[in-house]
């Protein structure tokens, strides 16, 4: 199983970028989905990207074309870039990972949480 840390969130300004990145402790090959989700003041948490282990990325609609998922199996880490980041964005982030149970791997771990924070 693993164990994930995220970093890279603070304050972004519209229009600006931001990159968080979400390192993995353990047997990466154990996970079969990576996801960012987030979660705002009063809302649910919603998935914003996700990626597999094959590499097929999928993103809300509310973030496509803006927002990248990506991952490093060398560096153990997957990451999120943001761009033309509007202040909606504000929210904590948070990073998955689903176990692949095919191998069995019956798990989803979360991060402990980044928060990120769109202002001018």
């Known amino acids: 199983q693993v164990r994930l840390v995220e970093s890279g969130g603070g304050l972004g300004q519209p229009g600006g970028s931001l990159r968080l990145s979400c390192a993995v402790f353990?047997?990466?090959?154990?996970?079969?989905?990576w996801g960012w989700y987030r979660q705002a003041p009063g809302s649910e948490r919603d998935r914003v990207a996700s990626?597999?282990?094959?590499?097929?990325?999928d993103y809300a609609d509310s973030v496509k074309g803006r927002f990248t998922i990506s991952r490093d199996n060398a560096d153990s880490t997957v990451y999120l870039q943001m761009n033309d980041l509007k202040p909606e964005d504000t929210a904590a982030y948070y990073c998955?990972?689903?176990?692949?149970?095919?191998?069995?791997?019956?798990?989803?771990?979360w991060g402990q949480g980044i928060e990120v924070t769109v202002s001018s």
């Open positions: 998955n990972a689903v176990g692949n149970a095919a191998l069995g791997f019956d798990f989803s771990r």
């Open positions: 353990g047997d990466i090959y154990s996970v079969s989905v």
């Open positions: 990626i597999t282990n094959s590499g097929t990325t």
